[in-house]
């Protein structure tokens, strides 16, 4: 599965993952800079990829919109997190994205912290 990650990760992150053999990439390589969530959503939904974000998704718009599409959708707990500690956080929590993201059908929300190795998976 690709893993498509939001413009409020860093593209350093994807990108380092990418060259480390994962199937990662920041939106950027598919989207222009700023489009709107609404805009590039389906489309990865429509391929199939999960999106990779640190929104808070509060919006329900936004959750009416994952679920239409049958998102795939993980979510980093980065608020207030340093560079260097997001990156940590993702890597130290890659391969339980990948198992929890691989055995669940969309759509769904997964959230992952710094505090907790499984998911807590968030209402649609």
């Known amino acids: 599965m690709k893993y498509v990650f939001d413009e409020c990760i860093s593209h350093l992150i994807p990108n380092a993952l990418k060259v480390l053999g994962k199937d990662c990439e920041p ?44 998102a795939r959708v993980v979510v980093f707990a980065t608020r207030n997190l340093r560079f260097w500690d997001q990156v940590v956080l993702v890597v130290k929590r890659w391969e339980e994205v990948e198992k929890a993201t691989q055995r669940r059908r969309p759509p769904y929300i997964l959230r992952f912290t710094s505090r907790s190795a499984k998911p807590q998976e968030l209402s649609m």
């Open 27 to 70: 939106c950027s390589d598919h989207w222009a800079k700023g489009a709107a969530d609404l805009e590039w959503i389906p489309l990865a939904c429509s391929q199939g990829w999960c999106i990779v974000t640190a929104d808070t998704l509060r919006r329900p718009h936004e959750r009416q919109a994952l679920r239409h599409h049958r």
